[in-house]
């Protein structure tokens, strides 16, 4: 291992929690669907940066490309569905505004 | 390692104009750019598959389905845009000031590392890990891709009645 992997790794972590941060910010505060969906997209982002180096900085880069390829497709998926979801949501309402959600029977 | 901190303070500058942008186009844009840094930081890291997977998948099949669904919706008067942007900077103007304050904390915080982890497995080739230990993460993946195409088939039908 190298010397400067553990200044590395704390580098690298205080960026990824930043990231985290901001996705989770978004998410929070927003009342469109599409940006939580991009607040929803940073969050995944973060967490695939922090597979990739817990994978680089224990040696086993194999596995954690393995655990991030799968977290890719899901994340693909889960936005293509979400996706239908808001437009479906805008054909109905006219508007991409959580608020409008409220009005939803059930 | 300057150019890691370098590559990672502009992913965090990213992610954050990414947020701050009042413009919804402007934001799909500033996500393409994060996957972008996340691609060159993973090739960096020695990740080159998972790199190109982040690259093709997120920077060009999620900012595309983004800026397609933007399409779709109506534009906005030049009236509401103005009250919207103000809006909008009341809900973010505190999301720098977070960014900042959390950096410098986190800055100041000194962990122990060990990473003495048990010796690790003989294979680690990502093709051979992935088609011979983790197979159930690829039977999971193509299940979660035929659901993935069901439910967008479903909610993109355009329905007789309307």
């Known amino acids: 291992m190298s010397s400067d992997i553990p200044q590395l790794f704390r580098v690298f972590s205080i960026g990824i929690i930043l990231v985290f941060i901001a996705g989770l910010y978004c998410l929070l505060v927003t009342g469109n669907l599409i940006r939580a969906l991009i607040g929803l997209e940073l969050l995944i982002k973060a967490v695939t940066l922090f597979i990739v ?9 194999g596995l954690a490309q ?8 899901i994340e693909v998926v889960v936005i293509a569905v979400a996706v239908g979801v ?13 608020k409008m959600l409220r009005n939803i029977k059930g | 390692m300057v150019i890691n901190i370098i590559l990672i303070i502009m992913l965090v500058i990213a992610a954050v104009g990414t947020v701050m942008t ?8 500033g996500l393409a750019i994060t996957s972008v840094l996340l691609t060159i930081i993973m090739f960096k890291l020695g990740s080159p598959l998972a790199a190109v ?13 983004f800026i397609s669904i ?4 109506r534009r906005i008067t030049t009236e509401s845009r103005a009250v919207r942007q103000k809006e909008h900077f009341h809900k973010y103007w505190l999301l720098p000031i977070i960014i900042v304050l959390a950096a410098i904390a986190l800055s100041q915080i ?20 992935l088609w011979n230990l983790r197979h159930l993460d690829l039977l999971g993946q193509i299940v979660i891709l035929l659901a ?5 088939v479903v909610l993109f039908k355009e329905r007789k009645n309307e």
Do not use: W
Not at chain 1, 53 to 61: E, F, N, P, S
Not at chain 1, 89 to 98: A, D, E, L, T
């Open chain 1, 53 to 61: 180096l817990a994978g680089y900085v224990t040696g086993r880069t």
């Open chain 1, 66 to 73: 393995a655990l991030a390829i799968t977290l890719i497709v």
């Open chain 1, 86 to 98: 808001i437009l479906c949501v805008f054909r109905y309402n006219k508007s991409v505004s959580v």
């Open chain 2, 22 to 29: 009042t413009r919804l186009p402007r934001s799909a844009i």
């Open chain 2, 53 to 65: 997977f982040e690259l093709s998948v997120c920077a060009g099949l999620i900012s595309a389905i």
């Open chain 2, 70 to 73: 933007l399409s779709l919706m």
């Open chain 2, 110 to 129: 000194h962990l122990p590392m060990d990473f003495n982890l048990p010796k690790q497995p003989s294979e680690n080739d990502v093709r051979i890990i």
């Open chain 2, 148 to 152: 993935g195409s069901f439910g967008v």
